[in-house]
């Protein structure tokens, strides 16, 4: 069975500055990788995803994520975060299980913004 | 734009009543699933439906049951309400049954038991 792993519950950082938010998965292959976000208030969307080809995928609202195998890491990064990138953030693994297709969700990293 | 609508946003109920929560797609999608979402623990499958009528029990489906009766529509039901059962309450859909298909959420709906 697959496993997620989110290390950091609560991050914060000023706005301008980096972003990298930590996951690391468990799986005897490689599974594929989400990362979705969580507004204040409403359900969680799609920002980038993973399968196979190249490493470094690129999502939407300028996140990047690097699947790295050797780790079994898939971080997110954004190079300059907005104040409105402040929402809750999790990683999912996909894979079969027990006879279906089931995704994993981690337990959420929450960002904190400041000016 | 694929949209799922749930059809409450808060809900307060009393411990032994009945509760349904309605979840709607509009994209024709064949999977359907209900998460609870608790602080520290992430999101937990209750229940997922591949198709009408049919439904596969998750991680979590202890004090619930679901129902599917056209495609477009999947409902969770708490028999009797108890109150470790107030939490936020999440539907999605996705296009096919592989792993690797992008699940679209709903707003979620936060139950409250009394």
């Known amino acids: 069975a697959q496993s997620v792993t989110q290390p950091d519950i609560h991050i914060t950082v000023s706005e301008g500055a980096s972003l990298e938010l930590r996951c690391n998965y468990s799986y005897g292959a490689t599974p594929y990788l989400f990362w979705y976000v969580q507004s204040p208030g409403q359900g969680l969307q799609l920002l980038l995803k993973?399968?196979?080809?190249?490493?470094l995928v690129q999502g939407i609202k300028g996140f990047e994520a690097e699947f790295k195998r050797s780790q079994s890491s898939f971080n997110l990064r954004k190079p300059s975060v907005h104040w409105s990138d402040a929402a809750e953030y999790f990683c999912a693994v996909g894979a079969p299980s027990g006879g279906y297709q089931k995704v994993t969700f981690g337990i959420g990293t929450k960002l904190q913004v400041i000016p | 734009d694929v949209k799922v609508t749930q059809s409450s946003r808060y809900l307060v109920k009393r411990t032994g009543e009945k509760v349904f929560l309605e979840c709607v797609q509009d994209?024709?999608?064949?999977?359907m699933f209900w998460y609870r979402q608790d602080p520290g623990l992430g999101l937990r499958l209750i229940y997922f439906s591949y198709d009408v009528k049919m439904k596969e029990k998750g991680d979590i489906p202890e004090g619930y049951s679901v129902s599917r009766e056209k495609k477009e529509r999947f409902s969770l039901i708490l028999e009797s309400a108890s109150t470790n059962q107030t939490s936020m309450y999440l539907c999605?859909?996705?296009?096919?049954?592989?792993?690797?298909?992008?699940?679209?959420f709903g707003p979620g709906t936060r139950l409250t038991v009394l």
């Open positions: 993973y399968f196979s080809g190249d490493t």
């Open positions: 999605a859909s996705s296009l096919g049954t592989g792993a690797g298909d992008t699940q679209y």
């Open positions: 994209m024709d999608h064949e999977n």
